[in-house]
Every structure is written in structure tokens, then in C-alpha cells.
């Protein structure tokens, strides 16, 4: 049975946003993305590794195989090197410099930034199509401005990318579902979704495999289950779209294939796909249930109209769009739970499925009487919400004391400012008054975000370890092409900033380095190292021009490394 309009088609408000409000939209999520984008340094692992093999390209010009310094990086397709390196060429031709000139890492994250734009407007048409326009707005205020996604917006690595073709998939099948007991469209009209739909899963295929079809198969497959139908997936045109997926990446993938002999399917697939699967990869192994635990602060400062939409949605279960939704989120959420490698970001391409929920009983329902919320419902919604973005607001206050040992003053007034709109959003969504408390909740994180990401992080020096030896050496060079040997600390993000040549080297092969070219050469010594350094020496003594304290947060562990270079023969 077709579903029936809900309150908001009743009252005669369309199912589509106007121009206006997307480009609203786009205003608004630039506006919350573009904080500390240019200054912060690479603050992840991946994203180092990411750019650093993207800048690879544009030195090398190979732009098929995929190298972190020597090594081969296989783990993911090209699609991200590719929009990578060609928005650092546009930009450094921006910038009116050579390509790769000025190495910096905010143009390699400008898919991220639009992507994660993109992903808004689609997940406000996706929800709007479902619901009604007012909801489809409110499904992307709260995109633009929940924690995980302002995350990989400012992050060169796939997710926010990803998010983007998932979600513009998940439109299309949205659209046909709901259209599924009206005529087929015939001819040209016939084609115009299934092409949306496929080269969207082809460009999510070459950026990080087959997540796209992950999701919009397993919502498909819930869909024909529940409804015991499935003639409508047949206007996707399933045949012609995989050759459509086929024509896009089968390019790459035949020419790393004989490029690599075959390493990279042994290598993305074997090793990283499984192992995720089997087992928990580079210590994330987490128990299911972890999502759940930390989805009050990734969704925040919605995650408490999340929770509160519950009983609405399952009342309604039954209607087209609530079920499209339940088939979106579900399935995908328990493949996320059951994998043991467990990472923040991995439940993203739901997180629009929730935003549409959300919204539209945020407008369909908390202002009714009868269907508001139970009042225990509402106190453990709250309480969530408020541990949630609250421990998120305190720790920017914190982390400068834990680290650096000082107080920031920008991190402390945050607490005082985030959590009064936060408190004022919280009042006036709880009393049906949406306006102000969607934009008391919009302004709490924008705060929240300007000040964390463009003032307090960049001022934690302890934290950019790689930073500082950027800087000592940028001091310390006495030829311009000197390269640095590290001992003990062998971070991508130093690659990246001190460039490919770095060596990666215990302690002997830091002292190696410095005896085979006294004039140039620097050594970066971790303590644990200085034994092995000093000794491997011998009678040279060396010159310590720096030294180095922070905290390393991929591994938990204090550092202390000096900066050593040899006396001039």
C-alpha cells in the first residue's frame, strides 16, 4: 500500500527545496567547514599518508600506481589521489606558483571541503523528497553541522567524498522508490536516474571500493524483503549500471593490476578489506555497541533528536519514506557494529537517514501533544545530548592543560558560550520552538568549531610534533637540500612536511646518514634512540641544534627528540 502523506504534504508544502535554500545550505556548511582548514597542520595518519602519495603523483607524474615514499599504498583505489592532486594543480595555478611549489596541505584537502558540501545538498534533497522541504532543510542544517562530518570536511582522505556518492545514490533509489507505483518512464526519462545512480557508485567504487553499493544493495534488499517486491530496482537498469561501474573503473584497475602484478587486489582486498573484517586492524578492534556509545558525540549536537524521533519513526513504520529510512540505517549499521576494525567515521553514510528522521519528527511530531515524547524518554535524550557535545566543549578547554600545561583563554570561553546556546537549543526545540532552537543549536556548533579548529588546536604545540621539526629544521638548514634522517619517530605527517626523501631510520642509520654527508645532512633523534645514535658515532661528537617535546597522539606516548647535525669537516 502507498504510503500515506504525512502532516506536512497535507498542509500543502511541496516535497522540494528551492534554489535559495540550497545555495543557503552551501553557505552555511562552507561557513562551518572553512575554520582552521588552511592552518591546522595533518592532524591523522591517513591523511598524511594520503597526501603524501598525491603530491608523489604530481612530482612523479605517474598517476596510476600509488607510492608513499618507497612503498606501494594500496590499500584504496585512485579516485582520491586524482581529485587530490587535481585540485592542489588548480590551486598552486591559483596561487600563481609551480605545481607542488609550496607544499601545503589545505589544497589536498579540497575534495573533503566539497565533498562534504555535496553530501549536505544531497542529503537535503534526499530528505526533502521524503518528507517535505522544511525537513529536507533541517536534515541539512544538522549534516552541515554535526561533529563527524566538520571532521572529514577538513581532512584529505576519502570519507567526505564517499559520502557525497553514497548519498546521491541513496536520492536516486529514494526517488524511485517512492515513484514505484506510478507508470515507468519510457525512452530518454527512463535512463535519466539509473545514470545518476551508477556513475555515482563508479566514482565511490574508484575512491574507496564498493562501499556505494554496500549500502544502496543492502537498503534495496531490506526494501523488497519488507514490501515482498522488488520489481521497481529494475528501473535502475542493474545490467547496463554495473557496465556503467565496469567503464569507469575497470581503466585503473587493469592498469594497477599490471602495474603491480596483481598486489594491489592482494593488498586492498586481502589485507585491508578482511582484515578489517576479520579481525581488528592497526588496533581498533572495538566491541559492537561502540557506535552506539559514541554516536551522542559524532551526531552532536543533534544526537538527542535522534534518540527523541524513535517513537515517531516506529509508529509510522509503515509509511514509504520512514521505511526507506529503518532500510537505510539499519542493515548498514549492524555491518558496521559487526566488523571488529572499528573507526568514528564509519557509520557517516547513515548519519543522512537520521538527519531525515529527525527533522521530519522534529516537524511532523514533537508539537503535538499526543505524540510528544515520553517525559523519560526526553530526561535520557538530554542527558546523552548534553554528556555528549558537553565532554566534546570541555575537552577543547582541557586538552591545552593536558599537553601544553597552560590554559588557552579562547578554549575556556567556548564552555561558557557553547553551552548556553547548546542549553538555549535545548529549551527551545523541547518547547516546539524550531527556529530558535535550530539556530541556537547552529550557532553553538559554529562556535564550538571556529574556535577549536582555528584557534585552540593550531596553538597546542605539543600535539604537531611534526610541525615543530618542520619548523627547527627549516632553521637549521645550512643547503638547501638537505635531508633529515628521523630515529624513533616516523610519523607520515613528518614525510609530508619535510619531504620525501626523509629517512625513516633507527638509531645507527641516523648516525649513518650524518657521517655520509657532514655538510648537509640532519639527524632527528628520538631519546629511546640516542643510545644506538651516540654509540654508532664513535668519536664524532654531534651538534645539537633543537629540541623537540609533545605528546603523540596516534600512539599516547610523550616524546623528547632532538635535532643533531656533524660539525663542518
Known sequence: MTAAPSSSQRNGQRNSLPIWAYALLAVIAAALFLPGFTVLPPFDRDEARFAQASSQMLDSGNYVDIRFQDETRYKKPVGIYWLQTAATAVADAVRGIPVGADKVIWTYRIPSFLGAILAVLASAWTAARLFSGPAGFIAGLMMASCVVLGVEARMAKTDAVLLATVVIGQAVLAHLYLRRREPAPVGRAAWTAPLVFWIAAGIGVLVKGPMVLLVSGSTALVLALWDREAAWVRRLKPLAGLGIVVAIAAPWLIAIAIKSKGAFFAESVGHDMLGKVSGGQEGKGLPPGYYLGTFWVTFAPWSLLALLAVPWMWARRRLDAVRFCIAWIVPSWLVFEAVPTKLLHYTLPVFPAIAALAAAALIDGFDRSRERPRRWLVTVAVALGV???????????????????????????????????????????????????????????????????????????????????????????????????????????????????????????????????????????????????????????????????????????????????????
Not at 418 to 440: I, K, N, P, Y
Request: hydrophobic fraction near 50%.
Open 387 to 569: 554528556i555528549g557535545f558537553g565532554a566534546l566543549t570541555l575537552a577543547v578547554a582541557v586538552i591545552p592543560w593536558l599537553v601544553d600545561h597552560r590554559i588557552d583563554p579562547v578554549g575556556v570561553a567556548l564552555v561558557p558560550v557553547v553551552g548556553g546556546l547548546f542549553a538555549l537549543s535545548l529549551r527551545s526545540l523541547l518547547r516546539g520552538e524550531r527556529r530558535t532552537g535550530l539556530a541556537a543549536g547552529v550557532g553553538a556548533a559554529a562556535i564550538l568549531y571556529a574556535g577549536t579548529y582555528a584557534a585552540v588546536l593550531p596553538n597546542i604545540d605539543g600535539v604537531w610534533v611534526s610541525r615543530q621539526a618542520a619548523r627547527a629544521v627549516a632553521q637549521a638548514r645550512l643547503c638547501p637540500d638537505s635531508v633529515v634522517a628521523t630515529a624513533g619517530y616516523s610519523e607520515p605527517s613528518l614525510v609530508f612536511l619535510l619531504g620525501t626523501p626523509t629517512k625513516l631510520v633507527h638509531g645507527a642509520g641516523a648516525a649513518a646518514h650524518l657521517m655520509a654527508d657532514r655538510s648537509c645532512a640532519l639527524a632527528l633523534v628520538e631519546d629511546r634512540e640516542a643510545p644506538a645514535f651516540l654509540d654508532s658515532l664513535g668519536t664524532a661528537t654531534p651538534l645539537p641544534l633543537a629540541e623537540l617535546s609533545g605528546f603523540n597522539y596516534n600512539t599516547g606516548k610523550r616524546l623528547h627528540l632532538t635535532l643533531y647535525r656533524l660539525p663542518a669537516p
